[in-house]
């Protein structure tokens, strides 16, 4: 396939671009290099790298029209809750407007599908877990709004235009390149940071809060799944990316190290994600692959 990856320096992205390429593809990525949590940023040398913001609608189509992907997989965002209620319109930017003028060129060119990287805190404080893609929404920060209501977005250019588009609700993600700058990285990416510091590991509230981890090799193979799917139904539907087993905070710093210490809990985050995966298994044939507690042995025997 001819795919271009947007946000594909990141985290997720550059694991998804490395792995199209592995196994043959051709590659464009757009990124910005805006992500603030990330120590540092991965371009392919065997893609074609383009340094833009999805924002800017002229250099965006430039490059559309140069490389003229038939698959678009979309991760560019900003994807942290507590930057987004510092800064919501920016935020709204680059999740809403972004993926609008993403859609905009994925039409003008004739893209024959999106896959749309969306999030789990869609289902907010008020859904009980196991969490399923039919529950209401209830989105309590500007990252959540945002983020979900570009899912609306995806929808609508599928069944107005004809976009072909599979929309994700990713749960917890870390793994190898998982930002590890500032407070509100990924929980993982802070306890391996504070772990190599020989710093305490800093729990948020009580740490009783459960959250399924999500490995990012699964995320990729979920993303080139919903490429590689011929089941038409899946078009048009919004799909879980979890493991279907969760974990509690205090269980994955028990697991990393013992020297810790609590810190103040945040505002308008939820005590328990567990993603229903049953529909992604049924409809695209996905199943994640990894377990934390192995991923986290495996960096122990790294060491």
Same mark, same amino acid.
């Not at 559309?64 to 991760?75: A, G, M, R």
């Not at 680059?94 to 599908?113: D, E, M, P, W, Y």
């Given at each position: 396939?001819?795919?271009?990856?947007?946000?594909?320096?990141?985290?997720?992205?550059?694991? !998804?671009?490395?792995?199209?390429?592995?196994?043959?593809?051709? +590659?464009?990525? +757009?990124?910005?290099?805006?992500?603030?949590?990330?120590?540092?940023?991965?371009?392919?040398?065997?893609?074609?790298?383009?340094?833009?913001?999805?924002?800017?609608?002229? !250099?965006?189509?430039?490059?559309?029209?140069?490389?003229?992907?038939?698959?678009?997989?979309?991760?560019?965002?900003?994807?942290?809750?507590?930057?987004?209620?510092?800064?919501?319109?920016?935020?709204?930017?680059?999740?809403? =407007?972004?993926?609008?003028?993403?859609?905009?060129?994925?039409?003008?060119?004739?893209?024959?599908?999106?896959?749309?990287?969306?999030?789990?805190?869609?289902?907010?404080?008020?859904?009980?877990?196991?969490? $399923? #893609?039919?529950?209401?929404?209830?989105?309590?920060?500007?990252?959540?709004?945002?983020?979900?209501?570009?899912?609306?977005?995806?929808?609508?250019?599928?069944?107005?235009?004809?976009?072909?588009?599979?929309?994700?609700?990713?749960?917890?993600?870390?793994?190898?390149?998982?930002?590890?700058?500032?407070?509100?990285?990924?929980?993982?990416?802070?306890?391996?940071?504070?772990?190599?510091?020989?710093?305490? =590991?800093?729990? +948020?509230?009580?740490? =009783?809060?459960?959250?399924?981890?999500?490995?990012?090799?699964?995320?990729?193979?979920?993303?080139?799944?919903?490429?590689? $799917?011929?089941?038409?139904?899946?078009?048009?539907?919004?799909?879980?990316?979890?493991?279907?087993?969760?974990?509690? +905070?205090?269980?994955?710093?028990?697991?990393?190290?013992?020297?810790?210490?609590?810190?103040?809990?945040? #505002?308008?985050?939820?005590? $328990?994600?567990?993603?229903?995966?049953?529909?992604?298994?049924?409809?695209?044939?996905?199943?994640?692959?990894?377990?934390?507690?192995?991923?986290?042995?495996?960096?122990?025997?790294?060491?």
């Amino acid at each position: 396939m001819k795919a271009l990856v947007t946000g594909g320096a990141g985290f997720i992205g550059s694991n !998804l671009v490395d792995e199209l390429i592995r196994q043959g593809h051709e +590659v464009a990525v +757009v990124d910005d290099e805006s992500a603030e949590s990330n120590t540092q940023f991965f371009w392919n040398d065997k893609a074609k790298n383009y340094n833009i913001d999805i924002c800017n609608k002229g !250099l965006l189509d430039l490059a559309f029209k140069k490389e003229k992907p038939e698959y678009v997989f979309h991760l560019a965002a900003e994807s942290r809750i507590q930057p987004s209620i510092l800064n919501p319109t920016r935020a709204c930017e680059i999740n809403f =407007l972004g993926s609008c003028t993403l859609l905009q060129c994925c039409r003008a060119h004739k893209v024959k599908r999106v896959m749309y990287s969306g999030t789990s805190t869609a289902y907010g404080l008020k859904n009980e877990s196991p969490l $399923t #893609e039919d529950m209401p929404r209830d989105c309590l920060n500007p990252y959540s709004v945002s983020k979900t209501a570009a899912e609306d977005l995806f929808k609508m250019y599928y069944t107005l235009y004809g976009l072909e588009s599979i929309i994700f609700r990713y749960f917890n993600i870390y793994g190898e390149r998982q930002p590890l700058r500032g407070q509100y990285a990924p929980v993982i990416g802070i306890f391996l940071r504070q772990r190599e510091a020989k710093e305490p =590991l800093t729990i +948020v509230g009580n740490g =009783l809060q459960r959250r399924d981890f999500t490995h990012v090799s699964d995320v990729v193979s979920a993303n080139i799944a919903a490429a590689e $799917t011929n089941n038409k139904d899946a078009i048009g539907e919004v799909f879980n990316v979890g493991t279907g087993k969760n974990y509690s +905070v205090i269980d994955i710093a028990n697991m990393i190290h013992h020297n810790q210490i609590n810190i103040s809990p945040r #505002e308008g985050e939820s005590q $328990t994600t567990l993603a229903d995966i049953s529909k992604i298994k049924n409809m695209i044939g996905w199943e994640p692959r990894v377990d934390i507690q192995d991923w986290i042995k495996q960096q122990d025997r790294d060491e």
